[in-house]
C-alpha cells in the first residue's frame, strides 16, 4: 500500500492502534444487531476515513469496507445468526488491519535501514560504470534499490535483437548477481515494496515471454518486490 504523505510510515503505525481499539470495542454488544450496528459504525466513521486518509491507493481495501458494509447493513438475518455474521466479520478485519500493521511495519524497516537510499533503473545498469567502482559523494553507506521491473526488463534485454545491448544487460544482470552470491561487500535483504512504487501498476503490465530458458534473478518471486544493497 502506497502511503501518502501525510505524517510518513511512523504516523501511520501510530494510527492502527486506535483502530484497533475501535474495532475490540465493537465487539461489546452482546446482541446481533448490537454488534452489527457497533461494527456498521467502525467502518462508516473510523475505518474509512482512517484508511483514504493514510493510502494513496487506498481503493482495495475500501471496496472490502464497502463490501462489508453491504455484507451487514443487507442482511435479513436475526438472532443468533446476525451474531454470528458481525462476529465473523469483525474478525475479519481484526485480521486485516493486522497484515495492514505488519505492512507497514516492513516499510518502517526498509526506511530506517542506514545508508543513503540509491534507486536504480535500468538505463543506469546498462551505461553506467560499474557500481563497485563509483566513489560514492556520502560518507555513509549507500543503499541502493533495485525495483523488480527494473530486473524484469533487464530479462527482456538478454535477447535484444541488438548484440551490444544483450551484453549490457548480461553485465548488468552479472553485478546484480554478484550481489545476490556471498559477495562480503554486499549485504543483500528481502524487504518489503520500495513505499513510494506503485505495486498495482506493474502488476497489471503484461510481461513478455521468452521461448529460451533463464536462470531467475529476482529473489522476491512476488509482485512489487524490492532488492536492497549496502555498499
Not at 443487507?74 to 445468526?81: A, E, K, Q, T, V
Not at 458481525?86 to 474478525?91: F, L, M, Q, V
Not at 553485478?175 to 498495482?200: C, G, Q
Request: one cysteine or more; proline letters at 6%; charged letters at 30%.
Amino acid at each position: 500500500m502506497r502511503l501518502k504523505q501525510t505524517g510518513g510510515v511512523e504516523g501511520a503505525i501510530q494510527k492502527i492502534p486506535d483502530l484497533q481499539v475501535q474495532l475490540e470495542n465493537s465487539r461489546s454488544g452482546l446482541t446481533g444487531t448490537e454488534r452489527r450496528n457497533a461494527l456498521l459504525q467502525w467502518l462508516d466513521d473510523q475505518a474509512r476515513p482512517a484508511l483514504e486518509f493514510l493510502f494513496e491507493d487506498a481503493s482495495d481495501i475500501i471496496e472490502d469496507v464497502d463490501a462489508s458494509y453491504d455484507r451487514l447493513a443487507g442482511s435479513h438475518l436475526d438472532g443468533s445468526d446476525l451474531y454470528i455474521l458481525a462476529t465473523r466479520e469483525n474478525n475479519r478485519w481484526r485480521e486485516r488491519i493486522q497484515r495492514v500493521e505488519a505492512e507497514l511495519q516492513r516499510q518502517k524497516q526498509l526506511a530506517d535501514r542506514r545508508g543513503t537510499p540509491v534507486i536504480l533503473d535500468t538505463s543506469v545498469l546498462m551505461e553506467a560504470e560499474p557500481l563497485g567502482t563509483i566513489d560514492w559523494p556520502s560518507p555513509a553507506p549507500v543503499r541502493l534499490i533495485v525495483p523488480i521491473l527494473v530486473v524484469e526488463e533487464l530479462d527482456d534485454l538478454l535477447h535484444d535483437r541488438d548484440a551490444a545491448r544483450r551484453k549490457k544487460a548480461r553485465d548488468a544482470r552479472r553485478v546484480l548477481m554478484k550481489a545476490l552470491v556471498n559477495e562480503p561487500k554486499w549485504a543483500v535483504r528481502r524487504m518489503a515494496p520500495f513505499p513510494a512504487a506503485s505495486v498495482a501498476s506493474r502488476c497489471s503490465r503484461p510481461r513478455r515471454r521468452s521461448s529460451r530458458t533463464r536462470r531467475p534473478l529476482r529473489a522476491a518471486e512476488e509482485c512489487g518486490g524490492t532488492q536492497t544493497r549496502n555498499i
